[in-house]
C-alpha cells in the first residue's frame, strides 16, 4: 500500500528529472566536444582551426552566464503560469541550443548556443526542486529531491561515453532527443497541488493530490489537501517581496543555508572537474586512455548519485554533507599535490596512478552530498509565496560562482594545476564548517515543522520528536 502511495510521485519526480538528464548533456559536452575543439587536427571539428585558450575559457564558462540569468524569468513564471509548464518551456532553449551546434561554423555561433544550454539550465534548476518538493510527502522528499543530481550525472556519462565514439553531428543528434524525450513523458504529469491552490483552482489541486498519492477517491486525501490549503493561505496572506525575504528571520536563515550551500557546491571545483576531464588526464599523463577514465568517472557519478535517495532520509542531510565536504577537501589535497609534483619532480612515474581513484573518491563523496543535497534542502526550506524568489536567488548563486570558477581556471591551470586544486580544498574546508555550524537538520520534517524551527517556533510534532 505504501509503494502504492509513493509510486506516483516518483513517476512525476522521474518525469520532471529527465530535463535534469538534458541539463546533465551540456554540463558534460565540453569534455569530448573540447577535445575536439583544441586539437591540432581539426577534420573532426565544426570548426576549421584549432581553438586557442581564451575561447576555451568562454566555450567552457559561458553556460554558467545563461544559467545566471535565467533565473529571474524562471521565478516569476513558475508562480504565472505554474511549475508544469514552466519547466516543459525550458526544453525551447536546450533544443534550440542543439540545433545551433549542429549550424556552428564559428565559435560565436558555440557561444551562443552554450548561453542558451545555461539558460534552459538555469530553467531547470530553478522549477525542478521547486515542483519536486511540493509534488512529495515529508517521508520522501529528501529521496525525490536527490534524483536531480542523478539524472544530471546520467546525462553526463552519457555524453562522455558517446561523444569520444561518435561524429561531432551526431553526438548534437544523440543531445537533442532527450529534451524531446522529456517533454513527450512530463506532459502527463500533473501540476503541483500547492500552485494550484495557490491559485485558488481547489478542484484541480485536489485531483492533482489524489494522482500523486495513487488513489481512486479524493475523499482519501481531503486532509491532506486541507493541511496544504492552510499553509498556502496562510503564506499568500501577504504576497511577498525581495525585502519580506531578507527581513522575515526565517526567511533569511533558510536563504543564508541554501544560498551558502549552492556556493559551495561550486567552489569545490566540480564544474572544472565535469567540464575537463579529459584535459586533466591527459594533462596528468596517466596510463590509462583518458576518454576511458572519463567514463570511469561518469560511471562512478551515477552509481554513487543512486545511493542518495536511499541514504538521505535515513542518515539525514547533515551528516551526509559534513562526509562530503571532508572528503572532497581531502581528494583536493591529494590532487593538487600530485600536480606540484609533477612540475617539481618530473617523474612521477610512481604516483601515475593517482589521479583517477582520487577523482574517483572525490566524484563519490560529491554525488551522495554536495551535489543532490543543496537543491532538496532548497525545495524545503521556503514558504510557498518566497519559495520562486528563493529558488531564483539561490539558483544564480550557483552560477555566478560556477561562472567565475569555470572561466579562471585555465588560467589558473597554466600557472600550474597544484594552485586551483588546493583552493577548491580550502573552500571544502570552510564548506564542512558552514554545514557543523549554520545548517539545521531537515529529516523527517514537515514542511510546517521546517518553518517553525526556522523562525524559532516548536510545533507540536517537533515537541513530539524531541520528547
Known sequence: MQSNKTGRIFLAAIAANLSA???????????????????????????????DANEDAWISSILALGA????????????????????????IFLIAAFVLMMLAHNVGLLLLGRFLQGFGAGFVMTITPMYVGEISTDNVRGATGSLMQLFLVAGILYVYSIGPYVSYQALQWCCLIIPLLFDAGFFFMPESPYYLAGRGRKVDALKSLTFLRGQNSADNVKEEMCGIQKIVEESMSSKASLKDLLTNIGNRKALIITAGLVAFQQLSGINVVLFNAQSIFQSAGTDLDPAIATIIIGAVQVLSSG?????????????????????????????????????????????????????????????IGFGPLPWAVAGEMFPPNVKSKAASIGTSTCWTLGFLVAYSYPSLAQLGPHYAFWLFAVFCSVAFAFTLFVVMETKGLSLQQIQDQLNGRQGEGEQQRDQ
Not at 35 to 48: E, F, H, M
Not at 69 to 81: E, Q, R, T, Y
Open 307 to 367: 545511493l542518495t535517495p536511499i541514504l538521505a532520509d535515513r542518515l539525514g542531510r547533515k551528516i551526509i554533507l559534513l562526509i562530503s565536504a571532508a572528503g572532497m577537501c581531502m581528494c583536493l589535497t591529494a590532487l593538487g599535490t600530485f600536480f606540484y609534483m609533477q612540475l617539481e619532480e618530473g617523474d612521477i612515474s610512481r604516483v601515475l596512478w593517482l589521479p583517477v581513484p582520487v577523482l574517483v573518491i572525490y566524484n563519490i563523496v560529491y554525488c
Open 68 to 91: 545566471l540569468a535565467a533565473p529571474f524569468a524562471a521565478g516569476p513564471l513558475a508562480d504565472k503560469i505554474g511549475r508544469k509548464w514552466s519547466l516543459i518551456s525550458s526544453s
Open 21 to 51: 538528464f538534458s541539463v546533465g548533456t551540456c554540463l558534460g559536452w565540453t569534455s569530448p566536444v573540447g577535445a575536439i575543439l583544441k586539437s591540432p587536427d581539426t577534420s573532426g571539428s565544426p570548426l576549421d582551426y584549432r581553438i
